[in-house]
């Protein structure tokens, strides 16, 4: 095959594979009447753009407000579960005490269990610790069930056992305590790791649905989810609006997956799906 | 010099996991005990503290129960469409694309970009693109059929079309993130074996059939019992593009254990079926480990 005809190729199985991404971007741009009109050209032959949809979205939906939940909700889960996880891992891979391994199991054993599980009772036990509330409350709600991660403390853990030990045998024969060797040493060796678990709980909980639509009840609490939910549902359907919403939700995102992304292993994109 | 470091690591290690234990002790391992209670106790949404013994008699009746039933079918025959498309297309896309030309790579970004939009606003988005021809307006798929003279759908409203509808919509989005797992493997692959292939004379069918393909075993009994046990947390895409309907044919079961709860009050009773659940999904999982022991022995 040639190599004209191959990029002809690759564009056009592009094109056809995000179309529905194309039509979004190119329906956000279109006044009602004009997103549903029928005949083959649709939403691409209709008349004239606008900006309004999203001035519409953003009021609405209040969705300036609701991305700054979503922001900071997995802000916290992935700054604490960067923290807590490794630190978890590293006492798995690197130190010595009893009961470990009884432990470790315990902590694999948890991995499978589907969110959709826990979200119930966890809604009640949000409740007992006094997290369902509006502001501060809210945002511990939404993001402190999800930063200690078993499948996180376990991916973590075989990342440090990959290092090689020389690494801290060094570290120790220059007097530096456990503290110095997990902080200065493990956990700079293994960022690409550090980065990929963090991508991936950003792309995990800013599509989390069930569980805020449990717990951000009020509309100052909304994620950016909950809120593009509210909009679709809510009469009357304001359809430019809403897939302005849609447009507005994912460009987060794309910004920091774009700026992160190399810096991730994609050889281990195994771990995403879990 | 090790003596000294095993002294001190007995504190610590301890010390060093006691955030996580904490967390997930409250957050996990305490619900999940709570929400079985529940399951063997008539519990009440709004009156929690009056509890009384049932034993397994939740369980008996979520497996009784016609709606339980309809959702546990449902799940299932979503799980039948999307997961054997969604691999074997990404199997296909991934033997396709993993070239080291540039246009390929590039491509490959292509089909991950859906999985990074997150399910809900793709779920508005295809709930748009689904919509039915009324008075002049049509959504852009039946605009496109009509177009090409063939008859349009009210694609989410006819009860034998929209959990298709729903799978076609998860297997478009999902694809890339089995693909790039696919692509890993592929270039793990031994060029040895590939090599020797050649040498004896295999084509390129010949070579993917049998030498690629069979190489890939583990990675694809990964790929189909992960992918079956999401497709089971089925949860989002009816939630927003029909509720369940129409006459119930994409409820999902965590939609119902969702509106057990919250609709009917019946804690107990979504608890147990919230358990029969995960149930589920160990038994996928267990199948997934025996699969994959016996490439090992």
């Not at chain 1, 963090?198 to 509309?219: E, N, Y």
């Not at chain 2, 079961?253 to 009917?264: E, G, K, N, P």
Request: some cysteine.
């Amino acid at each position: 095959m040639s190599r004209a005809l191959r990029w002809a190729l690759a564009a056009l199985c592009a094109v056809a594979y995000l179309a529905p991404l194309l039509w979004l971007l190119a329906a956000s741009f279109r006044e009602n009447a004009g997103i549903f009109a029928s005949g083959l050209g649709g939403v691409f032959a209709a008349q004239g753009w606008t900006l309004s949809n999203y001035g519409a979205a953003i009021r609405r939906a209040g969705l300036a407000h609701a991305i700054f939940v979503s922001l900071a909700q997995v802000a916290v889960i992935g700054g604490g579960g960067l923290l807590v996880n490794s630190l978890a891992a590293f006492a798995f891979a690197r130190l010595e005490f009893r009961g470990r391994d009884l432990a470790f199991s315990a902590v694999v054993a948890l991995i499978i269990l589907p969110v959709e599980v826990l979200a119930i009772p966890l809604f009640f036990t949000a409740r007992d610790l006094g997290l369902a509330g509006s502001g501060g409350q809210a945002l511990l709600a939404l993001s402190l069930p999800f930063v200690a991660k078993a499948f996180n403390i376990y991916y973590l853990r075989q990342q440090f056992l990959s290092l090689p030990s020389e690494l801290e045998e060094a570290a120790l024969l220059d007097g530096a305590g456990v503290c110095r060797q997990f902080w200065s040493i493990a956990l700079p060796a293994i960022r690409p790791a550090l980065a990929t678990v963090v991508l991936l709980d950003l792309l995990t909980h800013w599509s989390d649905f069930l569980w805020p639509l449990l717990m951000s009840t009020r509309a100052s609490t909304h994620t950016v989810q909950v809120a593009l939910a509210a909009l679709f549902t809510a009469p009357p359907v304001d359809w430019g609006a809403i897939l302005a919403c849609a447009v507005l939700s994912t460009l987060p995102v794309l910004a920091v997956f774009g700026f992160f992304q190399r810096y991730v292993v994609l050889s281990d994109a195994r771990v995403g799906i879990r | 010099m090790s003596g000294w470091r095993r002294r001190q690591s007995r504190h610590v290690g301890w010390l060093f996991l006691l955030p996580a234990l904490v967390l997930l002790s409250l957050f996990v391992v305490w619900p999940l005990l709570r929400a079985f209670w529940w399951s063997l106790n008539a519990t009440d949404l709004l009156a929690l503290p009056r509890q009384h013994w049932l034993g397994g008699a939740q369980y008996s009746a979520v497996l009784r129960d016609e709606r339980f039933r309809q959702a546990f079918a449902n799940t299932a025959l979503f799980a039948l469409l999307v997961v054997p498309v969604q691999t074997a297309l990404a199997c296909f896309l991934a033997l396709w694309v993993t070239r080291p030309e540039r246009e390929w790579r590039w491509l490959r970004a292509v089909f991950v970009l859906p999985t990074m939009v997150a399910m809900p606003a793709l779920a508005v988005v295809w709930t748009a693109l689904y919509q039915p021809s009324e008075s002049g307006q049509s959504g852009p798929i039946n605009a496109l059929l009509t177009a090409f003279g063939m008859a349009p759908h009210a694609w989410l409203r006819e009860p034998q079309l929209a959990l298709p509808a729903l799978a076609l919509m998860s297997v478009w989005q999902g694809v890339g993130l089995q693909l790039m797992v696919f692509v890993s493997a592929l270039q793990a692959l031994p060029r040895e074996l590939l090599e020797a292939a050649r040498l004896d004379g295999a084509n390129g069918w010949q070579r993917t059939w049998f030498v690629t393909l069979p190489a890939l075993r583990n990675t694809i009994v990964f790929l189909l019992s992960v992918t079956t046990i999401l497709a089971f947390r089925l949860f989002v895409q009816p939630y927003l593009m029909t509720r369940g309907g129409p006459m119930d044919s994409t409820l999902s079961l965590i939609q119902l254990i969702y509106d057990t709860t919250f609709v009917a009050q019946d804690l107990g009773l979504a608890s147990a079926g919230a358990f029969l659940f995960l149930l589920t999904v160990l038994l996928l999982t267990l199948v997934q480990r025996w699969a994959l022991r016996e490439e090992r022995t």
